[in-house]
């Protein structure tokens, strides 16, 4: 099996952060048959987040088109689908521990994700992620 790239929006505290778009750090796993190893950091600025990069919409690549899956805890439909479009899977879910994030997608058990919030995602004051 060639290995899958998972990436796992993470806050300072290493939960899974609660909004893909304002998600700075991502930690980015190899999950083969036989193990999952973290295999680096993404780190995004501002301007670099899910969200700036959607509104922008200039056609461009995101660094997350990296990788076959990405969790985080909510996200909304237009970057969900824009992801997609170049085979990224972008999945949420309230779990807030990465490895069992992966441990529950890998076996199909993952909780989903609670609703997008899109007032909250386009309300100023949102700008950063809150950790």
Request: charged content about 25%; some cysteine; proline content about 5%.
């Given at each position: 099996?060639?290995?899958?790239?998972?990436?796992?929006a993470?806050?300072?505290?290493?939960?899974?952060?609660p909004h893909?778009?304002r998600?700075?750090h991502?930690n980015?796993?190899?999950?083969?048959d036989?193990?999952t190893?973290?295999?680096?950091?993404?780190?995004l600025?501002?301007?670099g987040?899910?969200?700036?990069?959607?509104?922008?919409?200039d056609?461009?690549?995101?660094?997350?088109?990296s990788v076959?899956?990405?969790?985080?805890?909510?996200?909304?439909e237009?970057v969900?689908r824009?992801l997609?479009?170049?085979?990224t899977r972008?999945?949420?879910?309230?779990?807030?521990?990465p490895?069992?994030?992966?441990?529950?997608?890998?076996?199909?058990?993952?909780?989903?994700?609670?609703?997008?919030?899109?007032?909250?995602?386009l309300?100023?004051?949102h700008?950063?992620?809150v950790?």
């Amino acid at each position: 099996m060639t290995d899958t790239l998972i990436a796992v929006a993470t806050k300072d505290n290493g939960k899974i952060s609660p909004h893909a778009g304002r998600a700075k750090h991502w930690n980015v796993y190899a999950v083969s048959d036989q193990k999952t190893e973290k295999v680096w950091d993404m780190n995004l600025t501002r301007e670099g987040s899910l969200h700036e990069w959607h509104v922008r919409g200039d056609g461009n690549r995101h660094p997350l088109h990296s990788v076959d899956i990405a969790i985080c805890g909510s996200a909304g439909e237009g970057v969900t689908r824009r992801l997609a479009e170049r085979q990224t899977r972008l999945i949420t879910t309230t779990e807030t521990d990465p490895l069992v994030a992966i441990e529950g997608y890998l076996a199909n058990t993952l909780a989903p994700g609670l609703p997008h919030e899109e007032a909250e995602c386009l309300d100023p004051a949102h700008r950063e992620e809150v950790h």
